[in-house]
């Protein structure tokens, strides 16, 4: 929180404008801007254009890879129901993974005493 206050009292335009980019400071930055001096106004402002910003490079990115996506199955020729499939494997394969990395995470993140108390 205190890095988070610390760039947004440094650089209020720049952060208002840049926080949705940043892995990290996301969830935490509209607390700190919303307990800040930053006026409403220029919050709104600058956050639509940021939203503005990130919808349509969300967007783009999107449409690039569905099309780099289509343009791979289509070259293969496979049934619908068959790339359903590989999409519904791709789906698991990707959750499994963030499953294991966050639940590695949260292991790692306990306090030392109350790991050797599980063990």
């Excluded at 289509?70 to 499939?85: D, N, P």
């Amino acid at each position: 929180m205190q890095r988070v206050t610390g760039l947004l009292e440094k650089y209020p335009t720049g952060f208002i404008l840049a926080f949705r980019f940043i892995y990290g400071i996301r969830i935490i930055s509209p607390v700190a801007i919303g307990l800040s001096k930053v006026p409403a106004l220029k919050f709104l402002v600058l956050n639509a254009i940021a939203a503005l910003v990130w919808g349509i490079g969300i967007t783009a990115i999107g449409y690039l890879i569905g099309n780099a996506v289509e343009e791979i199955f289509g070259r293969l020729r496979l049934h619908r129901h068959l790339l359903v499939a590989l999409g519904v494997i791709l789906v698991v394969v990707i959750a499994a993974a963030l499953v294991v990395r966050y639940g590695m995470n949260r292991e790692h993140d306990k306090p030392e005493a109350e790991k050797a108390a599980r063990h």
